[in-house]
């Protein structure tokens, strides 16, 4: 039996791979995909709790399935801005991108 | 016994492959290999699921993450220029001062997630369907329908946002 604290280092580590993404890429597609990975650690910390915390009903997993529809929204309109960004401005490094900055 | 044996193999197996396909995401040069090595590690998060007996969460990972968010990615990736600078300029000058302070935190958030105490106490076996519909259509009817109304929203605003002005 794998216990619980396995799956949550598992999360934590592809939670940090993921901000390490968000921070050191300069991509704004690849920023988007390390925040995918960011969800995908909160969606295996959330089943490992669920599935290992001894209880009945699947309140965990439910969860998981409203960070799916939000992580599906997400990337939509994301990638959305990305593209209108790139239409009007041809870059997407978001560090050229600072029109809005003060 | 033996179950278990091959339960811990497949969890260390599932467990190189999220890791290394997260760090090369971050790492790889070019884009198309990091949405590519992106949906494998999005696999092996569904494996993780499977190993933990969460077969529909496992299913929708698989549909949603790996088929739909994939190929959207994609797409984005072939409507943008592929780039040459991979770093941002903050982290080539000050390495060691930024590895000086994730260390400490590192090592915090290991023992952390290491604290946690196994109850030991498997599920009764089945399914997590009927469960999860329960719960979905029960308790949290509301707020799926408020997810509905969120998706709609969202598919609105990507068609507003890439929507060319016919002037």
């Known amino acids: 039996m794998i216990p619980l604290g396995a799956f949550i280092a598992v999360s934590a580590v592809l939670f940090f791979i993921g901000v390490a993404g968000v921070l050191v890429r300069r991509n704004a597609v690849v920023i988007l995909m390390c925040v995918e990975l960011m969800l995908n650690a909160t969606n295996l910390a959330l089943v490992a709790f669920s599935r290992k915390a001894g209880m009945i009903d699947e309140r965990g997993s439910v969860f998981v399935v409203f960070v799916f529809v939000v992580a599906a929204a997400e990337v939509a309109v994301g990638l959305a801005i990305v593209l209108s960004l790139y239409r009007n401005r041809p870059t997407v490094d978001v560090d050229e991108v600072h029109a809005m900055k003060g | ?167």
């Open chain 2, 1 to 167: 016994m033996s179950f278990d044996i091959l339960q811990s193999v497949l969890f260390a197996l599932l467990t190189v492959g999220i890791v290394g396909a997260a760090a090369g995401v971050v790492l790889m040069k070019r884009i198309t290999g990091s949405a590519l090595l992106m949906a494998f590690a999005f696999l092996c998060n569904a494996g993780m699921f499977l190993l933990l007996g969460a077969e529909t969460v496992a299913a929708f990972q698989v549909l949603i993450y790996v088929g739909a968010i994939t190929v959207l990615i994609l797409y984005g990736v072939m409507f943008t220029p592929q780039q040459d600078r991979r770093y941002g300029l903050f982290f080539q000058t000050q390495t060691p001062w930024a590895a000086l302070l994730v260390a400490p935190i590192g090592i915090f958030v290991a023992f952390f997630a290491f604290s946690f105490a196994d109850p030991g106490k498997a599920l009764p076996g089945g399914g997590d369907l009927v469960p999860l519909a329960t719960s979905v259509f029960g308790d949290f009817a509301f707020p799926f329908e408020v997810a509905s109304v969120l998706l709609l929203a969202a598919m609105i605003g990507a068609i507003v946002l890439v929507k060319r002005d016919e002037e």
